[in-house]
């Protein structure tokens, strides 16, 4: 079993959708990241949250402790949200760098 | 501000031989972490430096290993290459401070690719 578990694999959607991607991980965090990844590789982090609840714009990332799980909701999707969203966990310690990573939710947004 | 850089965007070499990857670090920032990203998988961390030392290992064999400069910026090698080499090569850089959890900046990564 993983330790970063993400689901759904894959997501498709029609524009204007509400769109929710799951994480369970099963270790100790230090911080939980939500990262988006477009075609090509580049990289950008969207969120870090160790508690609670973060917004910006129409995304929304919160988390659980207790249960370690954190969603990712998209409000009013669009088409120039598909991309892959992947969640990564910062263990913390001795590796203040290192990040475990889900294997990502390929998200497709239809007009 | 300048971000993160990475070159070359794209490589190709031959099984056997030996390839070395840079990254330049966003501006004040001095850690830099190094991640393997096998297509259709998440990344997988290789590497971290800080001021110039490593500081955190993955699961890779020693011909994976990594330097780091004084002005931050950093190499990653990787010798005698493999088929399975073949990936993308992303590094990441960060403001390590007295937190424990901080943003990590990726750079655009490059596309490594063994035959």
């Known amino acids: 079993k993983n330790e970063v578990e993400q689901s759904p694999q894959n997501l498709t959607a029609q524009e204007g959708e509400f769109i929710t991607i799951n994480c369970s991980y099963s270790v100790g965090i230090s911080a939980l990241h939500w990262l988006q990844q477009h075609p090509g590789g580049g990289i950008v982090s969207l969120f870090m949250l160790s508690s609670g609840k973060k917004k910006h714009g129409r995304l929304i990332a919160t988390i659980n402790i207790q249960e370690k799980h954190s969603s990712l909701h998209i409000t009013a999707s669009h088409p120039r949200d598909s991309a892959v969203y992947i969640c990564a966990v910062g263990s913390g310690g001795t590796s203040y760098g290192k990040l475990t990573f889900g294997q990502g939710t390929i998200l497709t947004v239809h007009p | 501000e300048t971000g993160v850089t990475q070159s070359p965007t794209h490589l190709i070499k031959t099984r056997g031989q030996q390839v070395t990857l840079r990254c330049s670090s966003q501006?004040?920032?001095?850690?830099v972490s190094w991640y393997q990203q096998a297509l259709g998988q998440g990344p997988q961390f290789i590497f971290q430096?800080?001021?110039?030392?490593?500081?955190g290992r993955g699961n890779f064999p020693p011909r994976f290993s990594g330097l780091q400069f004084p002005n931050y910026s950093s190499e990653l090698n990787v010798n005698a290459l493999e088929l399975d080499d073949s990936a993308l090569y992303l590094c990441?850089?960060?403001?390590?401070?007295?937190?424990?959890?901080?943003?990590?900046?990726f750079g655009p990564g490059t596309r490594l690719t063994v035959t």
């Open positions: 501006s004040g920032h001095n850690t």
């Open positions: 430096y800080y001021r110039e030392e490593e500081n």
């Open positions: 990441a850089s960060s403001p390590r401070g007295a937190s424990r959890t901080y943003e990590q900046y």
